[in-house]
């Protein structure tokens, strides 16, 4: 009797370790490929910049400002990831606000873009911005657990104030709208503001900033740094938010400032953070 209770002591023990399942979520502005940035062009780049990504290996990768070259670059770099995710231009025209997910780990389960502007639905750009703006999204399976996650991918105008925060409560809306059986979710991007902007004050009324609840908290706060190496960086415009009610604990919480010969593999640092599920 006492060796049964033993085995099922630790049969229980295990099953509840098997269900605390992490997630490594990454959110990346890899910078657009354009000539002019000369000697931070892309084709300069984007070996060291696979090569970090593959280092640091996010379960969950998204990126903004992929052009469809730099996808394919990205594609062929990280074997063990698919991409979700059309171009803003529509189909692979123009950049993407993509996910790449580690196809060991996951499996998406259904996925669709939209436009952040008055007629989500086709290509269209809205209200004051400089550019057509999108959102990308998937319900992700884990496969080891089962559970389910769903991971949403943006990147808000860079001078339009009315676009970024009609394009957020789009985004909210249609979190809202597709997570009928209150899944966790996980929303990634280039917001293109500051942490004391009302927009993220809001935001946070119905979201959880990944690095307020970090348990060990690493790099500096800023996440643009516009290639200058010999320049510190100051603005962090770069987030990893969480639903709520909070369903994950944050392990780590980290902004990473990988730099070769004084270049860096992007204009932006990447954020990157350890989630478990609860």
């Known amino acids: 009797m006492k060796q049964y209770l033993i085995v099922l002591l630790m049969s229980m023990m295990s099953f509840t370790s098997c269900k605390a399942q992490n997630l490594s979520v990454m959110t990346y502005n890899i910078r657009l490929d354009i000539a002019s940035d000369g000697e931070n062009a892309w084709a300069k780049r984007k070996d060291f910049f696979s090569s970090q990504v593959q280092f640091y290996s996010p379960d969950i990768l998204g990126v903004q400002e992929a052009r469809t070259n730099q996808m394919q670059d990205l594609k062929d770099a990280l074997t ?15 950049e993407h606000s993509s996910i790449f997910y580690n196809t060991k780990k996951l499996k998406v389960e259904n996925t669709d873009t939209f436009w952040l502007s008055e007629t989500p639905t086709k290509f269209s750009k809205g209200w004051d911005a400089a550019y057509p703006r999108i959102c990308t999204y998937g319900l992700f399976t884990i496969l080891k657990t089962k559970q389910k996650v769903w991971i949403f991918n943006t990147h808000l105008d860079n001078i339009g104030a009315k676009a970024r925060s009609q394009g957020m409560q789009l985004i909210l809306k249609k979190i809202n709208e597709v997570n009928t059986q209150n899944f966790p979710v996980i929303l990634t991007g280039d917001f293109n503001v500051d942490p004391d902007d009302v927009l993220l004050a809001e935001l946070k009324q119905r979201m959880i900033d990944s690095k ?67």
């Open 80 to 94: 063990d990831y698919k991409a979700i995710g059309i171009g803003r231009d529509g189909g692979d025209k123009g």
């Open 212 to 278: 307020d609840i970090a348990k060990i908290k690493f790099g500096p706060q800023a996440t643009f740094n516009d290639f200058k190496y010999n320049e510190p960086a100051t603005r962090r415009i770069d987030y990893i938010m969480l639903s709520k009610p909070n369903k994950f604990e944050v392990e780590k919480y980290g902004v990473l400032t990988s730099a070769i010969d004084s270049k860096y593999p992007s204009d932006h640092f990447p954020v990157l953070v350890e989630l478990k599920l609860k």
